[in-house]
């Protein structure tokens, strides 16, 4: 794998990283939102990766015989989350239906908090890579000046 592979991966991963903790920071900012255009309490959303080769054909037939295959990530769907919304005996709130009951999202804030210390971490590994593969990069270029 040359470096500049490698730095494709990192970058791809910077990238689909930054999505999650865009889906993440919407989720955490309407955990409480009873009421959106479409109707309804808002819908918790979840990032869906994919791998995706960063070959040409060639290498990746070459690759697939070595078993030596380098793949980058992308960002392949942000769906809604398929739980149903919970329900809290509010009579008062001018959301509740006609049993007083009002509809939140299914968003746990814990769950969403490891989410985003995850996504965070992930995106700062990245950038150590990139760090690491410039330092090799400047490095490199110095052998020749001695």
């Known amino acids: 794998m040359d470096m500049m592979a490698g730095l494709q991966v990192s970058f791809s991963a910077l990238n689909a990283q930054r999505t999650r903790m ?6 955490l900012a309407n955990a409480q939102s009873t009421r ?11 990032v869906i990766f994919a791998a995706q080769s960063q070959r040409s054909l060639f290498e990746g037939m070459l690759n ?3 078993q030596d295959g380098v793949n980058a ?6 769906v809604n989350d398929a739980n149903g919304t919970r329900l809290e005996y ?3 709130h001018p959301d509740a239906n006609a049993q007083g009951y009002v509809a ?12 985003l210390i995850s ?9 150590t890579a990139i ?3 410039k330092d090799m990069a400047l490095r490199a270029l110095q052998i020749g000046r001695v």
Do not use: C, F, W
């Open 22 to 27: 865009n889906v993440i920071a919407s989720n």
């Open 36 to 46: 959106t255009p479409e109707g309804g309490p808002y819908k918790r959303q979840e």
């Open 64 to 66: 697939a015989q070595l």
């Open 73 to 78: 990530v992308h960002v392949l769907d942000i």
């Open 90 to 92: 509010e009579p008062d």
């Open 104 to 115: 939140y999202p299914n968003v746990n804030v814990m769950r969403e908090m490891v989410d």
């Open 119 to 127: 996504a965070t971490r992930a995106y700062e590994a990245n950038v």
């Open 131 to 133: 760090n690491s593969s």
